[in-house]
């Protein structure tokens, strides 16, 4: 079974800007959830889609955003970037009822 | 507030030794706990987890003992390879509450000299 797949695996941003990231879960798994690493906050959850429908946040604020397709593919946004959103952010995906996430390798955001 | 905690930062171990590693937690209602190991670049992939119903489980050279009176989890890795070299998290999931909202800890660097 292929895992949890994120494009890109790399960008660059400016303040101000937008950007998308994408995440494919693994086949069968409709919950998807994003978390954010960094140095001094470590791992945060972000939020958490199933069945296309946000089920959990976490503590950020608007400017993040997400969303999940029916194929359970799932996006996540944040507009009005900031330099302390730079980050390596990581999409796990699960079963219905199944604890364990699996991560994928994260897309490295460097907002300059 | 963090709920989840990791109070050594790094760890040192001979490879061949028992590594060791703890995470307390402060939320009572945690009731299924994961460890899971990263390596620089990359996403954590999972190792062993254990329900609250349980104080250990095994799976091959990992182990998870949960003492929930104390709120206290570790990690033992025997014997420990040069290969285990890499961060180590443990999370905790309150399964009650609609999702699958991991809280993690702060992560233990485990180095495993040859």
Redesign the interface.
Same mark, same amino acid.
Request: hydrophobic share 40%; aromatic share 20%; glycine share 20%.
């Given at each position: 079974k292929a895992g949890v797949t994120q494009t890109p695996r790399y960008l660059i941003k400016t303040r101000g800007q937008q950007v998308t990231l994408s995440c494919s879960p693994i086949s069968g798994h409709r919950s998807v959830s994003w978390y954010q690493q960094t140095p001094g906050q470590g791992l945060q959850f972000l939020f958490e889609y199933f069945s296309e429908t946000q089920r959990n946040k976490g503590n950020f604020p608007g400017r993040f955003s997400g969303r999940q397709f029916s194929n359970s593919r799932s996006e996540m946004n944040v507009s009005t970037l900031e330099l302390g959103d730079s980050a390596l952010y990581l999409c796990a995906s699960s079963s219905d009822r199944g604890e364990e996430q699996y991560f994928g390798p994260g897309t490295r955001l460097t907002v300059t | 507030d963090q709920q989840v905690k990791q109070n050594s930062p790094s760890l040192s171990v001979q490879e061949g030794r028992i590594s060791i590693l703890n995470c307390d937690y402060t939320n009572s209602m945690f009731d299924?706990f994961?460890w899971?190991k990263k390596y620089p670049?990359? @996403?954590?992939?999972?190792l062993i /987890?254990i329900s609250s119903i349980k104080d250990k489980n095994e799976d091959g050279r990992f182990t998870v003992f949960l003492n929930k009176s104390a709120k206290h989890l570790s990690l033992h890795i025997v014997p420990s390879q040069p290969g285990d070299s890499a961060v180590y998290?443990c999370?905790a999931?309150d /399964?009650n $509450?609609? @999702? $699958?909202?991991?809280?993690? @800890?702060? @992560?233990t660097r485990l180095m495993v000299k040859p």
């Open positions: - | 299924y994961l899971y670049a990359e @996403g954590p992939t999972f /987890s998290f999370a999931i /399964s $509450n609609a @999702g $699958n909202m991991l809280t993690f @800890g702060g @992560g």
